[in-house]
């Protein structure tokens, strides 16, 4: 059962995902007081600015893709 390479999930997929992925981080970054609230008083302090915000994006990018395929699965077992 290949349910990924159909044309129609990649539609379906990239359709959704930047609508989904987009308010996630923006509420993700916004609550995290590690991220937000960074003084910058040092070069670490950047360093770790960025790491965080990358491992954000990161892990919430596989949740948002994550999300859409189960909804794809499930839109697909209901034809």
Do not use: C
């Amino acid at each position: 059962m290949q349910l990924n390479s159909d044309p129609g999930y990649k539609s379906f997929f990239w359709k959704r995902f930047f609508p989904l992925f987009i308010p996630i981080l923006i509420i993700g970054v916004i609550s995290e007081p590690y991220i937000s609230q960074n003084p910058f008083r040092s070069l670490e302090d950047y360093g770790e600015f960025i790491f965080f915000l990358l491992f954000y994006t990161l892990v919430l990018f596989g949740w948002a893709a994550f999300i859409i395929s189960m909804t794809w699965r499930v839109k697909q077992s209901r034809k």
